[in-house]
């Protein structure tokens, strides 16, 4: 079965860092696109960044770019996505993602971070 | 980036209704097209991906259509599980973009 479970969400203040992780298992992660997607609190979907199998090609949104990095350990079947200089507009459930030729199949359940002081 | 408007917002229909929702792409993305459903609480799923190839194990009553820059998800004999938020998504391009959401409430 696929699991996809996020972790690392929290409370940080405006101009912090924080750091997600999605732990991936019941498939070979090595072999899929991976992404994020996020929702603010009573809002819709909004594409992050995702990933190539092997790391070596990442994409972004223009609102996150230069702030957030996406990278992954195939060795340890885990996600990552940093967070730099965060602000309140990055208030969201994060959700991880596995996706194929585009699509987004598995998601996992959310994590929470806010940003306020 | 492209830009994906569905319509309507938000409808009302009742349990066995035929309900339609429109997504409009800001420029051509051929036939890469995904909707999803999300319920309260929930991640999205999956519901149809190349504007119109069921995913595996969504029932049939859920049909897409479209190509180019005109789209629709059709449900036909909406059943109780069904109330719930749609998305469209595009994988034409980067960024992926979501439209804004349809709600399908009940009457």
């Known amino acids: 079965e696929v699991q996809l479970v996020e972790s690392g969400g929290g409370l940080v203040q405006p101009g912090g860092s924080l750091r997600l992780s999605c732990a991936a298992s019941g498939f070979t992660f090595s072999t899929y696109w991976m992404s994020w997607v996020r929702q603010a609190p009573g809002k819709g979907l909004e594409w992050v960044a995702n990933i190539n199998q092997g790391g070596s090609e990442t994409y972004y949104v223009d609102s996150v770019k230069g702030r957030f990095t996406i990278s992954r350990d195939n060795a340890k079947n885990s996600l990552s996505l940093q967070m730099n200089s965060l602000r309140a507009e990055d208030t969201a459930i994060y959700y991880c993602?596995?996706?194929?030729?585009?699509?987004?199949?598995?998601w996992g359940q959310g994590s929470l971070v806010t940003v306020s002081s | 980036a492209i830009r994906l408007t569905q319509s309507p917002s938000s409808l009302s229909a009742s349990t066995g209704d035929r309900v339609t929702i429109t997504c409009r792409a800001s420029?051509?993305?051929?036939?890469?097209l995904a909707w999803y459903q999300q319920k309260p609480g929930r991640a999205p799923q999956l519901l149809i991906y190349g504007a119109s190839t069921l995913q595996s194990g969504v029932p049939s009553r859920f049909s897409g259509s479209g190509s180019g820059t005109d789209f629709t998800l059709t449900i036909t004999c909406l059943q109780s599980e069904d109330f719930a938020t749609y998305y469209c998504?595009?994988?034409?391009?980067?960024?992926?973009?979501f439209g804004q959401g349809t709600k399908v409430e009940i009457k």
């Open positions: 993602a596995r996706d194929l030729i585009g699509r987004s199949v598995y």
């Open positions: 998504q595009h994988y034409y391009s980067y960024p992926r973009t």
């Open positions: 420029q051509g993305i051929s036939n890469s």
